[in-house]
């Protein structure tokens, strides 16, 4: 299994900024692509940014020119780096794992973390 702890979300006035750590732990080996998704109560889960662990990002069009996904594989770690950031970015955000077993994919998600964007 794949444990996932979200940490640095928080309150921020529009045009802030904000970074979200995700510690990874567990069968770490086996974690092939990482990211970060958000939902709102009432809505489903979205995507905002994936990394492989070779390092190639994917961005939702909402975080394209704002937000930078990273990860450092030697501390086990993953970052969303948010600039600009906008009323509409409040939500809960959750990182994720996905990982590699024999013949199946795995998901893994940590408990979130709430951002909230308001002056």
């Known amino acids: 299994q794949v444990q996932l702890v979200e940490s640095g979300g928080g309150l921020v006035q529009p045009g802030g900024s904000l970074r979200l750590s995700c510690a990874a732990s567990?069968?770490?080996?086996?974690?092939?692509?990482t990211g970060w998704y958000r939902q709102v109560p009432g809505s489903q889960r979205e995507l905002v940014a994936t990394i492989t662990s070779g390092g190639r990002a994917n961005y939702a069009d909402s975080a394209k020119g704002r937000f930078t996904i990273s990860r450092d594989n030697a501390r086990n770690m993953v970052y969303l780096q948010m600039n600009s950031l906008k009323p509409e970015d409040t939500a809960v955000y959750y990182c994720?794992?996905?990982?590699?077993?024999?013949?199946?994919?795995?998901?893994?998600w940590g408990l979130g973390t709430q951002v909230t964007v308001s002056s």
């Open positions: 994720n794992a996905d990982t590699l077993w024999p013949g199946k994919v795995v998901s893994y």
């Open positions: 567990g069968s770490i080996f086996r974690i092939n692509a």
